[in-house]
C-alpha cells in the first residue's frame, strides 16, 4: 500500500472512533504502520470530523521524527513503543470508550468471561497497566509491558489501548474488549 492510501485510512478510521462513540472530541488516536521502521499516526488535538488525509502524520518509529508541520498525536510514543513490542500487528487504536475506560478507572485488569471475547482479546485476563501521567515514558513503557500478552490493554485512570494486524481487526478488538468489560462490571456489581 502506499501512503496516501494509509493516510487516507488513518484518516477514515479517526472518524469511525467518534461514530463508534469510542473517543469524544479530540480524545483517542489511531495509528497504522507502513513498514518496519514508519507509521502514519492522527494528528494531534484536531477535531475528527474536520480531519483530511493531509493531515496525517508519517513518523519513524524509531527516532520519533515526522515529516512535515503538523504535530502527531501527543501518544506517539505509545504507539512506536507498542509497535516494537508486537511487530507483527499492523495498526494501534488508544480509545477512551466507556466501559473499558470505567475498569481502567478503577485501576483492576479484566478477567473476561465470554469465550468469544477471550478469542478476539487474545486472553482471559487484559491486564491494566499501573497508573502513570499521561505521555510519560512510564505510561509507554508500562502500556506496552500490559499488552504483551494480549490484542488490548488497560491504561489506569486513562483508556485503552487495542492493537491487530490490520484496521479492521483492531475495531473488532475494540468492541470486544468493550463489551468484555460490560459483563466483566455486571459480574462485580452481581458478586458484591
Known amino acids: 500500500m502506499n501512503i496516501d492510501t494509509i493516510k487516507q485510512q488513518v484518516c477514515d478510521a479517526g472518524k469511525r472512533l467518534l461514530k463508534e462513540g469510542l473517543v469524544a472530541r479530540t480524545w483517542g488516536n489511531v495509528s497504522i504502520k507502513v513498514n518496519d521502521r514508519q507509521?502514519?499516526?492522527t494528528p494531534s488535538g484536531r477535531p475528527y470530523d474536520e480531519l483530511t488525509p493531509n493531515d496525517m502524520v508519517l513518523?519513524?518509529?524509531y527516532?520519533?521524527?515526522y515529516e512535515g508541520s503538523i504535530k502527531p498525536s501527543s501518544e506517539l510514543k505509545l504507539h512506536c513503543e507498542v509497535y516494537k513490542t508486537r511487530p507483527h500487528i499492523n495498526a494501534v487504536i488508544h480509545t477512551h470508550q466507556m466501559?473499558?475506560?470505567i475498569v481502567a478507572a478503577a485501576q483492576k485488569d479484566v478477567l473476561v468471561l465470554d469465550e468469544t471475547h477471550q478469542k478476539i482479546l487474545g486472553a482471559?485476563?487484559?491486564k491494566a497497566a499501573p497508573y502513570a501521567l499521561p505521555?510519560?515514558?512510564k505510561i509507554t513503557v508500562e502500556t506496552a509491558k500490559a499488552i504483551e500478552t494480549s490484542n488490548a490493554a488497560l491504561m489506569?485512570?486513562?483508556g485503552v489501548v487495542c492493537?491487530?494486524?490490520d484496521l479492521d481487526k483492531t475495531f473488532i478488538v475494540a468492541q470486544a474488549l468493550e463489551n468484555a468489560c460490560e459483563l466483566f462490571i455486571k459480574s462485580q456489581k452481581k458478586s458484591a
Open 135 to 137: 505521555n510519560t515514558k
Open 39 to 41: 507509521m502514519v499516526i
Open 156 to 158: 489506569s485512570n486513562h
Open 63 to 65: 527516532t520519533l521524527k
Open 99 to 101: 466501559y473499558a475506560s
Open 124 to 126: 482471559k485476563i487484559i
Open 163 to 165: 492493537i491487530g494486524t
Open 59 to 61: 513518523v519513524d518509529i
